[in-house]
């Protein structure tokens, strides 16, 4: 059996153009299989064995890193709305805190946090705050009236912790289930990495201070005239002690007569000029 002819030519025919039936070059063939293979590898490699650590993962890894990291030089310190940010961004920690709200409050709060008798934990409502602190003053003192227990005595800091950074990675996630209950968490009410809550640019606060405490032009407090001013009066400014011009009229003459009555220096208006000769 010999080789096929090259250039042998189909029996179709469009438009008076012929097409020869010739098969694909060799370097282009094996560009194809070794993709198919590759991609195989691949797909077994990173996805369906788990040996590989794709990007995503490894920032994440890193993340927790560095959260662990900065957890350990606050330790002993009050916690505050960073730190449990922190907290929930630790796989171990979450972990950990999941366990502990799977064991005692899926009963009110649903498996997935979207409530049952108590409200959902997914959504932007908050019945005593969405804050991470807010939330973990709600697991410490709990919620007596409305049936939910203080768990600081019977889970201690550290648990108590822990499912506050659980609570905080489900929220927001927005899970179907119970109607939202209390008031929506806003933009400007969220924390900051500080833990303080941020302001928009260029607010202002009650009075014409804008944010940190200061008056407009002013470093007093918001609103307060700044010392010696009557309320009412507008601040005081420090100007340069007058001076006559040579040939103007001294201070308390008739307006018109001189550059300080007229705001005009001398020698630019014509009428000030007549009336000084």
């Known amino acids: 059996m010999g080789q096929k002819p090259r250039d042998e030519m189909l029996d179709h025919e469009f438009d008076g153009i012929r097409e020869f039936d010739n098969p694909p070059p060799a370097w282009l063939m094996n560009i194809l299989w070794a993709s198919i293979v590759f991609s195989a590898g691949y ?72 409530g049952i008798v108590g409200p959902n934990l997914t959504d932007v409502y908050w019945l005593h705050g969405g804050r991470p602190t807010q939330i973990h003053n709600t697991i410490v003192k709990g919620v007596p009236e409305k049936g939910m227990v203080a768990w600081m005595d019977q889970l201690g800091p ?60 002013g470093t007093g407090p918001a609103g307060a005239p700044p010392s010696g001013t009557a309320p009412g009066s507008s601040a005081p400014t420090e100007t340069a002690p007058a001076t006559t011009p040579a040939g103007s009229a001294p201070p308390g003459a008739a307006p018109g007569t001189g550059a300080q009555g007229t705001g005009a220096k001398e020698g630019n208006d014509p009428t000030l000029h007549a009336g000084n000769r």
């Not at 002993?76 to 972990?95: A, E, F, N, R, Y």
């Open 43 to 114: 797909w077994l490699y990173y996805h369906t064995l788990g040996v590989g650590k794709l990007p995503k993962d490894r920032l994440d890894q890193a993340n927790a890193q560095a959260a662990e990291l900065q957890l350990k030089k606050m330790a002993g310190k009050p916690i505050t709305d960073q730190s449990l940010l922190l907290m929930s961004q630790v796989p171990d920690q979450v972990t950990a805190g999941r366990a502990i709200f799977e064991q005692l409050c899926v009963q009110c709060h649903g498996p997935r946090g979207e």
């Open 158 to 217: 550290d648990r108590v912790n822990k499912v506050a950074a659980y609570v905080l990675t489900i929220k927001n996630t927005n899970v179907p289930g119970k109607a939202p209950q209390g008031n929506p968490e806003t933009a400007d009410a969220a924390p900051t990495s500080n833990g303080a809550s941020t302001v928009p640019a260029g607010a202002t606060t009650p009075g014409g201070a804008t944010p940190g405490g200061t008056g407009p032009g």
